[in-house]
């Protein structure tokens, strides 16, 4: 079949449909409405972005005095722990050096008694502080001091020589001492005056 055209060339041309032209018209006003859209969108994102921001803040500053009042109970507890942590250990020892102190009656001779007992801290160098010291059968630490007595000083009178000898080595075994020392022996007016110097284990200081 033959098609025929009775239009004039001049409107024949202006009838043409002009693809490539087209195309160009198209793309331009898709880059101008994406640019358009860009336009309104990153200035309605960040005014969103601002007020999220802005509502956190709030948030926040509500939730600061909870937050202080959590960290000041956390802090209470902590500090209650560690006196209940520091109490029973002032208790425990006590009560280990009572049992300690009652027991010396079980070794110690019959013509042997004690006239003194010190229980202290040996200084090391660079160490400060001193232990406490107690008479006629007891001993004690001092409240406040930074290290547990490592070190017990028996005194007393015997009324011989090898009671003394027996007594050190009922005090050795009771396993509580690294070592005990004879410092001192004299003779006096009731017999001989003694002082035995015995060093705790590190383990028994605990």
């Known amino acids: 079949m033959y098609r025929v055209n009775l239009l004039p060339p001049k409107l024949q041309r202006e009838g043409t449909i ?10 331009i006003t898709v880059l101008l409405a994406g ?10 994102n960040y005014f969103l972005m601002k007020n ?6 709030q948030q926040i500053a509500e939730l600061e005095p909870v937050v202080n009042r959590v960290q000041a109970l956390r802090k209470e507890r902590q500090d ?12 425990r020892e006590r009560k280990t050096w009572s049992s300690f102190i009652s027991g010396l009656d079980s070794i110690t001779p019959v013509d042997l008694w004690l ?5 202290s801290r040996r200084q090391e ?10 008479g006629g059968g007891a001993g004690s630490r001092p409240a406040g001091s ?8 028996f005194k007393g009178v015997s009324r011989t020589l090898s009671s003394v000898g027996v007594f050190e080595q009922h005090l050795h075994r009771l396993g509580v001492f690294e070592r005990l020392e004879l410092k001192k ?21 605990r």
Do not use: H, Q, W
């Not at 640019?35 to 309605?44: A, R």
């Open 35 to 44: 640019f358009v859209g860009l336009c309104v969108f990153f200035p309605l």
């Open 80 to 91: 209650l722990e560690k006196a209940v942590a520091e109490y029973r250990a002032i208790f």
């Open 146 to 153: 930074p290290d547990r007595p490592n070190m017990v000083v």
């Open 115 to 119: 006239t003194g007992l010190e229980i």
């Open 18 to 27: 002009d693809v490539r032209r087209l195309f160009l018209l198209a793309g």
């Open 125 to 134: 160098p660079g160490e400060r502080g001193e232990g406490g010291t107690a």
């Open 185 to 205: 022996i004299s003779a006096g007016d009731n017999g001989l005056n003694f002082e035995i110097t015995g060093y705790l284990r590190e383990e028994t200081t």
């Open 52 to 57: 999220e921001l802005e509502l956190t803040r």
